[in-house]
């Protein structure tokens, strides 16, 4: 098998870059072993190089200027973990610019300019690949435009908010009032300071954009969608739902309607005890999704955290350094790079 | 986009053959709309061309001569659904040795010729692509080695066969013997009338000798794997399961023990009811692996049937198809070749 070394730029090292780094770290060997190809993160875009972090990385590799990365001409990858839109996308465009392959787990980025990001990436034949982005470690993108492809998809319906589905299992599971399970969450790290984009339904609605996008070829940005949040549940509503055989999720969904129209929304909805969707619980996320040919298939994973999100993070790369080697073989008219 | 005409030869056209060809006629121009690739069934090995089916296919494109569909320079991808391991192995052998593209949904004949399979499709150059022997219509094995790749594998856990699942289900929710399940299943198409493969694992180990090549690239042969059914199992012992808040369920497991060991088998097995694993019912399948980054991952869905398992196939016939049309457009030096 032919090595080859291939050069990281990342963007942004907060929880998830920083467990980005450490998938990378854990498992380097075994993904050189295994693909000939060696990972190196050579830079990293970070304004706190000193914030104390669980990962050694050497001083000099961090920089404050993108530059750095993007005119490297030795960097083949930049991975964007910086979250929010600005200066995300214009970041991610300005690499691909660049000629840089991009990997982001940045749902909030994508949903927002995903046209410009596609276009960009056709216009300067890159890569750009972000599996991370809906539903973390869960590879429900690539399995949807891959192995998957041969169906027409007539439903999804999502859990797509760890937070939110936290809060839910919680409150149904020890009788809670909405307000208590929040404040716990908050103390141990499962909620945010601002809870606002989990509770509200705006994180979920992010997701399901990118994922209308995939699934119905049909762009829909997040902010079009009806959005209902779970501030308002109470344990009343619970008990209730606990009462017909139901429970009560945060469900992301798109459907096609009979006369080919789309219907979408994100709303607290029930959902049958004997439902696939009713047993993922807590921090978990799930997709369910309806094909033509393969019928009723489910995704259950954590859909945040630092390894999982990393996880699907070096995903994308490991992919993208396969396609770049097998192409450098081509180029190279090695022997076996025919077909 | 670029069209391509991609032509097939199908080798075998029992329900998962007809099923294959099925989701491509439903798909065919959304596949066309989304790829630019045009697949086309030209040929069909199968000696009773007049069975009833449930698809019209014109009469001369039924052959018996697997040479008709080997020696044909314009078929590019050869499909194996003749099921048992004689003489498929052989077959998708020389249609490697042919040149061809090979993809199949045969557990048995890829779990007893794993190594000389890829063995082939190496020295040939050609893609081999099973993922339909594993868990039917349930991408997994693309998503191990691709999406998941940044992971090492710690366990997998899985409801691998349809039948076994499908007689505990009913066992479990009516209070009904194991014999009377069986008979009815019989009856309603949903077990063989020699259901051996099925009830004594052997379906189960067939499949996990498979995700055990591709999760800890070693190989264990399916004899070599600990079997045991589900025949002896009594309406008493799932009570006695039920008591102590667990599920039956026939599990095919593979695991690495902390001192580095590979311990596997196929034998039923308690599952607490908050297991992700004991919400399956029924016919359906599940993969449960754990992973150093990604934690805990679930996959659920049929995990076989016509049109599932042909979800599975033609799925891997696009991906192939894909990388025709890439390396026809290196190979013409078309713009946007470059990576």
Not at 75 to 104: Q, R, Y
Request: charged content about 25%.
């Amino acid at each position: 098998m032919k090595k080859a070394h291939l050069k990281i730029g990342l963007m942004g090292f907060g929880n998830i870059g920083v467990g980005s780094y450490q998938v990378l770290e854990m498992n380097r060997k075994q993904i050189l072993a295994e693909t000939g190809l060696d990972f190196e993160i050579v830079k990293i875009l970070e304004k706190n190089a000193d914030r104390p972090r669980p990962v050694q990385v050497p001083r000099e590799i961090f920089t404050q200027d993108p530059d750095d990365i993007f005119c490297d001409p030795e960097i083949d990858i930049v991975i964007e973990l910086l979250g929010g839109i600005h200066p995300a996308a214009d970041l991610m465009l300005s690499a691909m610019n660049h000629g840089k392959h991009v990997v982001t787990a940045n749902k909030a980025a994508v949903a927002a300019a995903y046209d410009e990001l596609r276009k960009a990436a056709e216009d300067n034949h890159v890569l750009f690949r972000y599996e991370a982005s809906v539903a973390g470690g869960i590879p429900i993108l690539s399995a949807l435009t891959e192995s998957l492809q041969a169906n027409e998809w007539t439903e999804v319906l999502g859990i797509l908010n760890g937070t939110t589905n936290y809060i839910l299992t919680q409150m149904t599971d020890f009788n809670l009032e909405y307000a208590d399970v929040l404040k716990t969450a908050q103390e141990k790290g499962f909620a945010e300071a601002d809870p606002t984009a989990d509770v509200e339904g705006i994180d979920a609605a992010n997701k399901l954009s990118i994922l209308i996008s995939l699934i119905f070829g049909h762009r829909v940005p997040p902010e079009e969608i009806p959005m209902e949040g779970i501030t308002r549940i109470t344990k009343g509503d619970i008990a209730e739902a606990t009462e017909s055989g139901n429970k009560i999720k945060l469900i992301a969904t798109a459907r096609k309607t009979v006369d080919g129209r789309l219907e979408y929304s994100v709303k607290p909805t029930l959902i049958p005890f004997d439902h696939p969707l009713a047993g993922v619980s807590n921090e978990f996320n799930a997709v369910f999704v309806q094909g033509n040919a393969v019928g009723e298939l489910m995704f259950y994973g954590k859909g945040a955290g630092p390894l999982p999100t990393g996880s699907a993070v070096m995903g994308d790369v490991i992919s993208i350094g396969k396609l770049i080697a097998k192409n450098a073989a081509y180029d190279n008219k090695v022997p076996g790079g025919r077909r």
